[in-house]
C-alpha cells in the first residue's frame, strides 16, 4: 500500500521566518511533487523532482526552494515565509515513466498558517 | 485561458439522483484524463481515470470524455450521502503537465 507522508499537519509560523516541509514516501517512486491548494485557485505546482538532486520549476516557485537528497525525501522550503503563503500544502509522488500519472499519490497535507 | 476549467458549484442532489460533473480542458492534443474525489480536509483520491473518446464505467461511476468537444465529464449513479465531497478534473497535456481544475464541490442531500 502506498503511504505518502508529511511531517506536520498543522503549522503556525511568523512572517519572515524560514519553513521546512517534510515529504517522505515508501514506494520507492522516482517522481515527487509540491503543491499548494487555495479555494477558487485550486491545486498548483510548486515544484517538482524526477530524480534525487533533481527539481524542476512548476507553475508559482516564487517564494520556494526544494531539496531531494533521499529518493524518498523531498522537502520543501519558504526562506523567508510570507502571508500570503498560507495555505494548504500537498506532497505527491508517482513512479517514473511518462504514463503513470495515474499512479500519483498525495499525502495528507500540510495547512500553515503565516502570521 | 486556464488549462482546466470547471464549474465550481455547489451541487446539490438528492440521494439516489445521478450527479453530473463537467470538466473542459484547453489543449486539444491532451491524452489523459483524471478524475479525483477529496473530502473535506483530506488529500485528494483518484476515482477514475479515462484515455479514450466514449464511456467508461466503474461501479457507480461512469467517465465521459469527448475529445473534438475538449470536454469530459463523471456521473455518479445512485448517489449517497457518502458521495458529498470535491471532485477534481485534471489533465495531463501533450507536454507531460499535470494540471487540475478548481474543483466541483458535491452535496447529496438525504
Known amino acids: 500500500d502506498v503511504k505518502v507522508t508529511q511531517s506536520s499537519r498543522y503549522l503556525v509560523k511568523r512572517t519572515g521566518e524560514k519553513v521546512f516541509l517534510e515529504c517522505v514516501q515508501d514506494m520507492d517512486h522516482e517522481n515527487m511533487f509540491w503543491y499548494r491548494q487555495d479555494p477558487g485557485l485550486g491545486l498548483r505546482l510548486i515544484y517538482f523532482?524526477?530524480?534525487?538532486?533533481?527539481?524542476e520549476k512548476g507553475d508559482i516557485p516564487e517564494g520556494y526552494s526544494v531539496s531531494r537528497e533521499k529518493k524518498e525525501r523531498f522537502s520543501l522550503i519558504l526562506e523567508s515565509a510570507s502571508t500570503n503563503q498560507t495555505s494548504m500544502y500537498l506532497c505527491?509522488?508517482?513512479?517514473?515513466?511518462?504514463?503513470?500519472?495515474?499512479?500519483?499519490?498525495f499525502g495528507p497535507g500540510t495547512r500553515l498558517t503565516v502570521t | 485561458q486556464k488549462e482546466v476549467e470547471q464549474n465550481s458549484g455547489p451541487l446539490s442532489v438528492p440521494e439516489g439522483a445521478i450527479a453530473s460533473l463537467n470538466c473542459t480542458y484547453s489543449?486539444?492534443?491532451?491524452?489523459?484524463f483524471f478524475w479525483y474525489r477529496q473530502y473535506s480536509g483530506k488529500s485528494p483520491e483518484l476515482i477514475m481515470s479515462?484515455?479514450?473518446?466514449g464511456d467508461k464505467e466503474d461501479g457507480r461511476f461512469t467517465a465521459q470524455l469527448n475529445k473534438a468537444s475538449q470536454y469530459v465529464s463523471l456521473l455518479i449513479r445512485d448517489s449517497q450521502p457518502s458521495d458529498s465531497a470535491t471532485y477534481l478534473c485534471?489533465?495531463?497535456?501533450?507536454?507531460?503537465?499535470?494540471?487540475f481544475g478548481t474543483g466541483t464541490s458535491l452535496t447529496v442531500i438525504p
Open positions: 489543449d486539444r492534443g491532451s491524452q489523459s
Open positions: 523532482s524526477y530524480d534525487v538532486k533533481m527539481k
Open positions: 505527491a509522488s508517482r513512479p517514473g515513466g511518462g504514463n503513470r500519472w495515474h499512479e500519483q499519490y
Open positions: 479515462i484515455y479514450s473518446n
Open positions: 485534471a489533465v495531463k497535456n501533450t507536454g507531460n503537465q499535470f494540471y
